[in-house]
């Protein structure tokens, strides 16, 4: 979830009032641009090409939670994994015609960035989609990207671990992201914004029940897609190592792997990008807590904050931190700011440059720290994390404390 990088809360005020134009709140037009913007996103470095495909995944033992007019869940998901051999097949967009139309509308960047000014749909993943796979006994990881986002936000960490020999599902969780596009172009919006606005005109308690909602079903999608790992498309499901799971993701994805983990014993190692993990909407807020912020977990814990995130400070993370027997680190990537763990760490960049805007608008939405060395940094530990816990690997024992490789990486004691 893209918000302002101090206090935001597990969801912010701001972010949910972006996505107003998603439902039909008015909003200040912008001038014509003689022609949108394209942008590009970091290749991956590992030693194979990337292959994926998606699939709709539906449960059709759970309506929807969101009370829209379905009687069952119905997600999409992407699946990146390592591939044989890419030729004769075209690289995947970032983002689906639907789903990049909904994003220009709701970007993360607010009014300093008017709809119109970027081609959302042009960008390139580095992912082929339907190149046949290679490799057996894959170990897993899923990704939930933040409240409000696609699941697309988290393609470079996605790319980068699949290259490295991992299969990664993305989750698009429908009704809170933005926008999820469906086969033959359905798309479904978020409903959000209209239930938390009904939720603070009830009053506190039901803003807490809101959060707790949006958390819950996060961790129920996830723990079906769990159950459908066997029978994913394309004969991926016979190439994973059922055994081997990890999951991430950014913001409220970053609360739900967490949160998954605790609930779930298939999840053995999870990664917290800058998720707070209690129902409120401040950072330094104890009331409220998760239950695996007030239980702990007794599996590999990582978290992952901006400037100023650590378990010092962020209520949640702080009790999980106490409270958990497994292994946890705290690692605070220096002059990051909250969407720093997302795709806009090197496509704002290319946007302020693009369109000429102030410098200032980087600063806000991904920090101060340097673009390209951030994403190689996160490339660099998360690939080490479940290396390390996956695989028995992280040769180069970077999690075992400061590095003068990555002097942007800081452990919290």
């Not at 899923?142 to 671990?161: F, M």
């Not at 004969?235 to 055994?243: A, I, K, N, S, T």
Request: net charge positive; charged share 20%.
């Amino acid at each position: 979830m893209v918000t302002t990088p101090s206090r935001r809360g597990f969801l912010s005020v701001a972010a949910l009032g972006a996505a107003a134009s998603l439902v039909g709140v008015p909003r200040a037009a912008a001038a014509p641009a003689p022609a949108r913007l394209r942008l590009s996103l970091p290749a991956p470095t590992g030693p194979h090409p990337v292959g994926t495909v998606t699939a709709r995944l539906v449960d059709r033992g759970r309506r929807d939670p969101w009370g829209v007019a379905r009687a069952y869940r119905e997600l999409m998901v992407s699946v990146r994994y390592p591939a044989r051999d890419v030729r004769g097949h075209r690289r995947a967009p970032q983002m689906t015609p639907g789903a990049a139309a909904a994003y220009d509308r709701f970007n993360g960047l607010g009014e300093d960035l008017p709809p119109g000014r970027v081609d959302w749909a042009a960008t390139r993943s580095h992912a082929y989609t339907g190149a046949p796979a290679t490799g057996t006994c894959l170990p897993v990881l899923l990704y939930s990207p933040g409240a409000g986002d696609p699941r697309t936000l988290g393609t470079t960490l996605c790319d980068e671990l699949a290259s490295r020999g991992y299969a990664v599902v993305m989750i698009d969780h429908t009704y809170d992201a933005g926008a999820v596009e469906f086969p033959g172009g359905r798309v479904e919006r978020t409903v959000l914004l209209d239930e938390f606005a009904r939720a603070r005109k009830a009053g506190p308690e039901q803003v807490v029940a809101f959060l707790k909602k949006v958390a819950d079903v996060r961790v129920a999608d996830t723990r079906f897609v769990l159950d459908r790992l066997a029978h994913l498309p394309a004969g991926l499901g016979r190439r994973l190592d059922l055994d081997a799971i990890g999951m991430f993701g950014q913001s409220a994805g970053g609360f739900a792997a967490a949160q998954t983990m605790h609930d779930d014993r298939r999840v053995k190692a999870a990664l917290n990008m800058d998720g707070v993990m209690g129902y409120t909407q401040r950072d330094d807020d104890p009331s409220n807590p998760s239950t695996v912020a007030t239980d702990g977990v007794d599996r590999p814990l990582l978290l992952m904050g901006m400037d100023g995130d650590t378990h010092h400070t962020v209520a949640s993370w702080g009790q999980a931190w106490e409270h958990s027997t497994g292994w946890h680190r705290d690692l605070t990537l220096a002059g990051a700011a909250h969407a720093s763990f997302t795709d806009l760490q090197s496509q704002v960049p290319q946007i302020v440059r693009g369109l000429g805007l102030d410098g200032s608008v980087a600063a806000k939405s991904v920090g101060a720290i340097d673009p390209v060395r951030s994403v190689a940094a996160q490339k660099a530990y998360v690939s080490a994390f479940f290396d390390r816990w996956l695989r028995g690997g992280d040769p180069a024992g970077l999690l075992d404390g400061a590095s003068a490789r990555w002097p942007e990486v800081r452990f919290v004691r």
